[in-house]
């Protein structure tokens, strides 16, 4: 079955960084386009970055110019690179396949 295991979450201060990573497997990796999304306490989940299986990237408009995503096919990753954090970035981030398939998510705080 379709597994998406995401690490890299965790505190950080105001204006540092974070690397998200998603480790799936049970899907043709190389032909799936994949995201990360997020969803603050209160909120409705929302997409932050998209990238699909030839590499094109698609970021919300508040991670434009500070997160990353990118992927490895030889080893089935998926990463999202956030710098300049804010509170505001707050979140559970998911890690999605295929617009279809979620990971059970990993906790970013940014708070001092």
């Known amino acids: 079955q379709v597994q998406l295991v995401e690490s890299g979450g965790g505190l950080v201060q105001p204006g ?3 690397r998200l990573s998603c480790a ?16 603050a306490p209160g909120k409705q989940r929302e997409l932050v970055a998209v990238i699909s299986s030839g590499g094109i ?6 991670a434009k ?3 990353t ?7 089935n990753m ?27 998510g990993t906790q970013v705080t940014v708070s001092s």
């Not at 799936?24 to 969803?39: E, K, T, V």
């Not at 995503?69 to 080893?75: G, L, P, Q, T, V």
């Not at 300049?84 to 617009?99: G, H, I, R």
């Open 57 to 62: 990237t698609n970021y919300a408009d508040s």
């Open 78 to 104: 998926v990463y999202l690179q956030m710098n300049s954090l804010k509170p505001e970035d707050t979140a559970v981030y998911y890690c999605n396949a295929k617009l279809r398939f979620w990971g059970q």
């Open 65 to 67: 110019g500070r997160f």
């Open 24 to 39: 799936a497997s049970g899907i043709l990796f190389s032909m799936s386009g994949m995201g990360w999304y997020r969803q």
């Open 16 to 18: 540092g960084s974070l």
């Open 69 to 75: 995503i990118s992927r490895d096919n030889a080893k």
